[in-house]
């Protein structure tokens, strides 16, 4: 069996020694292993960089030699394609002793949210769900840029292995992350559904800091790198990267610790695993954990990091856009109906032009009702954007395909008023390739503010309360949720406690993440002596002439929803008591949600 070896930096580890060097552990963390291990160096840790296979290592240098100007010459190109914008958000940490590489997630005020190793930070209790502030840790991207440095909030899912060696830092932050036109750097997109597990066989696209170096050579030199390599094995979430094909030609060495690694999906670059461990240069193997089950945990640490999900989820006002879904695939790409969709089922060959119309059924959430959503999609050539069965290309290449989904409001006048919600797909294939087949889930958190007539609207800061409308009517009135929002309220009731409120579960778009969450409100009715539940009909001495409706909202009925700004429309139904009374209220929801 291989020796597996966690990867920080191995900044002063000679070339012959790099794969027996013990790493570095800060003592308070492991104290078994640093009486030997610590004195020969400070800055001796298990990090990560790009390890070349010796075949691909010659092609590059023209020979296998372990000359400067033969290592510049590999490197030097690695290092220049590890600056391309799709890595403009991983970067260097220093922690401590240790160098790791690592992801910036994206910035909540001042702070910066930064992705690494577990085994690359400090943690009193990282064998636990837990989090550790005291550790000065520094960020910066490839430009030299430092994003973020200070004492950080060090956050572990529970480390047990190369399945669970991920950690997400709170470091105070310094500057945004530009790119190199002086633009700001997207938020790189993450695997965020435990089912996304299409790895084994796949590529993967490693870019990391650290030691350079070949099987036979050894350690070389370190530095930023960009490497190609391919998932052989996924052992209980760790994913085992072998380094010995034409096309897979790469692995993890001493200081690549915590970098992301990558695979093309549907013209996006998905960071799907964090490098954990080698077994050596001469084994040519890597492990690395996958994000996607600690998905939930990720949301919590940082609510607005960028997903699968959340990137093919659209809105009312943003559409999906999957760019240049042929660049990596042969041939060109065509789209057809998938599940939960009408739309076209067989491929065509003409001049780009138009849309697609696809008819999606879609649950309102207001309502509880059912209904079809028209929906516009497009395929994108060099000669514009067509039909997405449209598998045609223009002058110079098959390298576009772009998918683009969105939705019009002149297509659904006839829709009732309410937040629509739906999962559905879309199959793409290829034209020239047969082979290639994926199916794209598409979700949709689509707020139609229709001709209903609103009540009022909730607010963090602000109630609403509607007429008397005791006074409407012969008797009392009580009211129940109606739709997908729920409440405890689910039947009449008549007695007489007061100083009391029902809660009502409102499903409601998080504009920040385009997520359906569930706001909790509190909902009371005045009988003329108190506020007691909505549902009781119940009214004081001066008689049946109030039953005002209150809804508010309670940031501490909240405090597992997720920060953001949320929007709904959600219905109650108001009742007779006394009288067939019925009519269904609609209010609007509007609110910023601080978080925990």
Known sequence: MQTTKTLASVAKVSSNQTSHRPFFIPTRLMPTLLASAVLASSLSTGAFAVGVSDAKYTELG??????????????????????????EAVGRIVAGGALCTATWLGNDGDTAFIITAAHCVAGDNKSQESSYTGQNISFRTGDGRLVASGVSTNHFIGYNGCQSDLAILEIPLLTNPMSSDGSAVPQPIYADNADFDHYVGQPMTLAGYGRQGTPSLGGLSSGRAYGAANVTQDVGGCLRNKANTEDAWAYAAPGDSGSTTWQWREGQFVGMGITSWWAGWGSQYSGHGRVAPHQAWVKRIFPNVNTVTRSRTLTESKAVELNDVEANIKGTVYYLAGDNVSGPTNRKWAYPRGYTPLTVPMVNQTTGGTHNIVLRSQRQTYCGWGEINNGVYCYPSASKGSLKVWYNASDNQAAPSGLYKSTFSLNAKGWHDHSYNS??????????????????????????????????VNGSVYYLSEGET???????????????????NVPAVNRDTK?????????????????????????????????????????????????GRYDSLFNIAGKGWHSSFNKTLTFKLALEHAGQ
């Open 515 to 563: 997520e359906i969450q569930t706001v909790t409100l509190r909902a009371s009715r005045y009988a003329g002596c108190g506020w007691t539940t909505m549902n009781n009909g119940v009214y004081c001495s001066n008689g049946a002439k109030y039953g005002q409706l209150r809804v508010s909202y309670s940031a501490e009925d909240n405090a597992a929803l997720p920060k």
């Open 439 to 472: 199916a794209i889930n598409l979700n949709t958190s689509i707020l139609v503010d229709g001709a209903s007539h609103i009540e009022g609207t909730v607010t963090q800061s602000s109630a609403f309360t509607t007429v008397r409308y005791d006074n409407t």
């Open 62 to 87: 023209g020979s296998l030699s372990n000359e400067n100007t033969v290592v510049r010459k590999v490197y030097d190109h690695l290092k220049a394609i590890s600056l391309e914008p799709r890595f």
């Open 486 to 504: 729920t409440s405890d309220a689910t039947q009449r009731v008549w007695n007489g406690r007061f100083n009391t409120w029902s809660t009502l």
